[in-house]
């Protein structure tokens, strides 16, 4: 094991070195000024229209502001490189670069913002610089003034693209993408450079050229035909300026670029094609003489040669800034998985942190508190014997002698007050044994009212804390569930995917992109990318029913985003249908045909695939009745559609209003809870009346009994479960339907036998005539707020029916 580790680390080592060793290398280049050195260098060789200089300037000022340790430099690179292309121009780079100095100290006193003037200072020192030389040389006439502000205006223009560009020619990468206007900007500054080595000629090739079609075949494939062809024009736009002559390279760089863009399929020799082919047509009829066309081809073939060899790596790492480019898409997936995560790990360790305040909030256990109370019940007879016995002659006899004894007699009288006072004998030994029997009993009895009260409120506390440790944990698991949502990932069913793109081409679909999350049974989670859907439903009618037999489960449409323009795309999301669905019908009343109903119902749909209904009555009739039940619905339904466990949701409910008012106006809470995967149910009964099952001809009731909520701070729930099937009924109601009947005596077989005895299944029909019964009892009155509610279960069929896979393949076969 030790002799492969070695191997491994032998083989990596070179790998690693070398890339450190790169680094190393453009980290110098960049940090020592040799990189910024050489573009001064050839910006100071350049020129446009043969006279004139709009570089040299912009870019000293531009490092002069961003980078002022390297102003001598690039002055120096810039004098350097005007002296080897012309000598009678290294005036006016002096006269400028002094001119725009001394205009800058002068302007610094009153200007602030600096940036915004960089660019009329550059005018004003080219303009100047121009006019005084041309003064001097007694040249000055109209046309050389038009040509000095024509000179000072394109500096200005280059001083803002400078100051844009520059900054990207660092070591340090760039945390966003660029803007197009700054890619724009740094293939200007490029050009720029490229114009200081015209006249460079090697074996009779021209440099420039060499340089401008490998930068249009790096774009091109970069970028595609948009990004080729703009790079193009701007390159040769810039290279023509310099030399006229050469102005038809624009046009043959323009489409190249275009055509290397188009062909970027194809990979470096799909882009390098399209160079070739538009070097060929454009070249033919620029140069007019296609014995010409040597040269021209083998500039071509010279750039061509340079893109070929160039490392993917630093391809890859130019495509990272470009919009558009699957670098681009990977960089900014990887930045979103790492907010994500960092999203997930803080929700984890909020999480966390509530789990430790629910543990710290945990009441005590049985031996704790059992603990408690014999350490209470020393420090009620300390404070006793401190007050009687610690003055008495007998103390030590009792105390020492007959601890126990004493001790006992005293747990005795405290225990069990009236048993003692009648118990003669126990008196009569107790009176033998202590000589102030009287005067300690009647200490006992008056600390042990003290004590009660201090234990009843220890119970209350110790309540509260049992209700926030349930709030805290049960906040902690919403808060993990969360974070274990927010790191979904895509897995890997690539199995999955080639069925469905194979399934839905057979079908003539065509599908762009599918992301699945998530297979599992009840749980599947599927994206889909199509082309623009025209919004004829094909989603719903045709995909999901395909994907139901693929992956043997019901599958609906659960968010359908549309194209708003022809052929744009559509993002599709595919859920599992739920197993059973709900269909409902409710009927209520006010007392007396009031407008307002101390009753209050919900019908809530929960997140986890579950369907909530709940009634609560208010106690009393009108609008403060209602208000209450209202008020409990609507914070019951907050809090259970944040994710928190129903009975520890109805604890909270019961606390928070227990707390909020000192009226006694309370409310009864009725509450289903339907599991829509397996039909299984939930009740939790407050002091409500109970609610019926109907199952064919069967009729069962479900009851439980707890104080209405708001009544105490600490209270039980007790839970029934029960496990409903399809087609069953259930039946909900407030008490004024079940305690309305008026003469009869057993109100539960009553209500059984009405809803045994109803023919109709429709839960509105069901609810309706549940109502009317009760009310024609009554002679026509309606003497209490009535609610019911009825809601039947049924299994859920999707609207399309599931489409079979056909396999032209098997097809074949079963026809061979």
């Known amino acids: 094991m030790r002799g492969l580790a070695w191997i491994n680390r032998s083989q990596t080592m070179p790998w690693d070195f070398a890339k450190r060793l790169k680094a190393k290398i ?43 340790d390297r102003a001598k430099l690039a002055a120096c690179a810039l004098l350097l490189g005007s002296i080897s292309q012309n000598i009678d121009q290294i005036l006016f780079i002096i006269l400028a670069i002094v001119l725009y100095g001394f205009i800058r100290k002068l302007t610094m006193r009153w200007e602030k913002h600096l940036l915004k003037t960089v660019p009329l200072l550059v005018f004003s020192a080219s303009v100047s610089a121009r006019v005084i030389l041309h003064f001097l040389n007694e040249t000055m006439t109209t046309t050389n003034f038009f040509i000095a502000a024509v000179e000072g205006g394109l500096s200005a223009i280059l001083t803002v693209i400078f100051l844009q560009s520059i900054p990207l020619l660092s070591t340090k990468s760039l945390k966003r993408s660029l803007k197009n206007e700054e890619i724009i900007c740094f293939i200007i500054l490029l050009a720029s450079v ?6 460079w000629v090697l074996y009779g090739l021209s440099v420039e050229h060499i340089l401008a079609r490998y930068l249009v075949l790096v774009f091109a494939f970069v970028g595609g035909a948009a990004i080729g062809s703009t790079v193009g024009v701007v390159t040769g736009l810039i290279l023509g300026l310099a030399n006229v002559s050469s102005l038809y390279h624009m046009s043959l760089l323009a489409f190249s670029g275009l055509l290397g863009g188009l ?31 040597g040269p021209i081809l083998l500039e071509s073939l010279s750039a061509l040669f340079l893109f070929l060899i160039t490392p993917k790596s630093a391809i890859s ?58 350490r209470d019940i020393d420090y009620l007879l300390s404070r006793v014997t401190a007050k009687t016995c610690q003055n008495c002659f007998k103390k030590e006899q009792c105390w020492v002698k007959q601890f126990d004894k004493t001790y006992t007699f005293m747990n005795e009288i405290m225990q069990d007050r009236e048993k003692v006072t009648a118990d003669y004998l126990f008196q ?45 944990l049960g906040v902690s698991k919403v808060m993990g569930n969360f974070a274990t949502e927010i790191q979904k990932e895509r897995d890997n069913h690539y199995q999955h995917e080639d069925q469905i793109i194979e399934a839905l081409g057979e079908i003539g679909l065509e599908v762009d992109h599918i992301d699945i999350y998530s297979v599992k049974q009840g749980n599947i989670d599927i994206e889909m990318t199509i082309p623009f859907c025209k919004g004829h439903g094909e989603c ?25 323009y022809p052929h744009g795309e559509c993002r599709v999301m595919f859920g599992s249908a739920k197993a059973f669905i709900i269909e409902t019908g409710i009927a209520n009343a006010a007392k007396g045909g009031a407008w307002v109903s101390g009753d209050s119902h919900s019908l809530i749909e929960l997140s986890s695939g579950k369907y909530a209904i709940a009634i609560s009555d208010g106690m009393g009739n009108g609008e403060r009745a209602h208000l209450e039940s209202n008020d409990t619905l609507e914070l019951l339904q907050k809090i259970l559609q944040s994710g928190i466990d129903e009975t520890v949701a109805i604890k909270s409910v019961n606390s928070v209003l227990s707390l909020r008012t000192t009226d006694e106006i309370f409310s009864t809470l009725d509450l289903a809870i339907l599991d829509l995967q397996n039909a299984s149910a939930r009740f939790l009964k407050v002091a409500s009346t109970p609610s019926f099952i109907k199952r064919g001809d069967q009729v069962k009731t479900i009851q439980s009994s707890n104080l209405p909520i708001g009544m105490i701070q600490e209270f039980d729930v007790d839970v029934v479960s029960e496990q409903l099937k399809a087609g069953d009924l259930l039946i909900m109601m407030s008490d004024g339907i079940y305690d309305g009947a008026h003469h009869v005596e057993n109100k539960d077989i009553w209500l059984k036998r009405k809803i045994r005895e109803m023919e109709t299944e429709d839960p509105q029909e069901i609810a309706d005539l549940l109502m009317e019964e009760v009310i024609r009892t009554r002679s026509g009155q309606i003497m209490d707020d009535m609610t019911v509610i009825v809601a039947k279960i049924e299994r859920n069929l999707p609207k399309w029916q599931t489409i079979p896979r056909y396999s032209f393949a098997t097809n074949r076969k079963k026809a061979q």
């Open 540 to 564: 719903e009618k045709v995909i999901a029913p395909l994907l139901s037999d693929i992956l043997d489960e019901a599958i609906i449409v659960k968010h359908e985003d549309h194209a708003h």
């Open 26 to 68: 453009e980290k110098r280049i960049i940090q020592s000024g040799v990189l910024l050195f050489m573009i001064g260098f050839l910006l100071g060789r350049a020129f446009i229209l043969s006279e004139m200089m709009p570089f040299a300037l912009p870019f000293f000022a531009s490092v002069a502001f961003l980078r002022k």
């Open 263 to 293: 062909l970027k399929e194809g990979k470096k020799m799909g882009v390098g094609i399209g160079l070739l082919i538009g070097t060929l047509l454009i070249g033919m009829y620029g140069e007019g003489n296609p014995a010409n066309m």
């Open 428 to 472: 009569k030994e107790w009176d033998k044994h202590c000589v102030k029997a009287k005067k300690v009993s009647e200490l006992i009895h008056h600390e042990l009212s003290h004590y009660e009260a201090s234990k009843k409120l220890r119970r209350q506390v110790q309540e509260s804390r049992r209700l926030v440790a349930d709030q805290l």
């Open 194 to 199: 490229m114009t200081g080595t015209i006249g």
């Open 317 to 374: 790492q130019i495509a990272r800034y470009i919009p558009g480019t699957n670098e681009h898409s990977q960089e900014q997936q990887q930045y979103l998985r790492k907010i994500r995560d960092v999203t997930a790990h803080r929700v984890e360790q909020f999480s966390a942190l509530f789990q430790t305040l629910s543990l710290s909030f945990s009441p005590l256990n049985f031996s704790e508190e059992e603990d408690q109370n014999e």
